[in-house]
Nanobody, 125 residues
Framework: AQLVESGGGLVQAGGSLRLSCAAS????????IGWFRQAPWKEREGVSC????????YYADSVKGRFTISHWHAKNTVYLQMNNLKPEDSAVYYC???????????????????WGRGTQVTVSS
């Protein structure tokens, strides 16, 4: 199983980025993909998640209305569109897979089975 993130970078406050998470090795079954982030000296934070089968989504309050998660099934890729970025959004962003989840997802990190290596997002003020 493998998860590969891409799309991070440096952007000014108010700008946008789209992160991608390409999944392989487990995509035939049910699963959820979650996005997490961790800034230096801070705890890991769950940002958003989406289920493959039902398309159910979840957003943390800190990103609701600014971030949108989506799933391109044909490419086994999950996207995180991030708009109106703020300096406090700066972090390493990780995607993770929660196997067998079908109807609803959460961003409880312990529930996730596989993790990517992360992509850096830096928002300048």
């Amino acid at each position: 199983a493998q998860l590969v993130e891409s799309g991070g970078g440096l952007v000014q406050a108010g700008g946008s980025l789209r992160l991608s998470c390409a999944a392989s090795g487990f995509t035939n079954g049910d699963y959820a993909i979650g996005w997490f982030r961790q800034a230096p000296w801070k705890e890991r934070e769950g940002v958003s998640c989406i289920t493959k089968s039902s398309g159910s989504t979840y957003y943390a309050d800190s990103v609701k209305g600014r971030f949108t998660i989506s799933h391109w099934h044909a490419k086994n890729t999950v996207y995180l569109q991030m708009n109106n970025l703020k300096p406090e959004d700066s972090a390493v962003y990780y995607c993770a897979a929660d196997l067998y989840t079908k109807y609803a997802c959460s961003v409880t990190a312990d529930e996730y089975d596989y993790w990517g290596r992360g992509t850096q997002v830096t928002v300048s003020s």
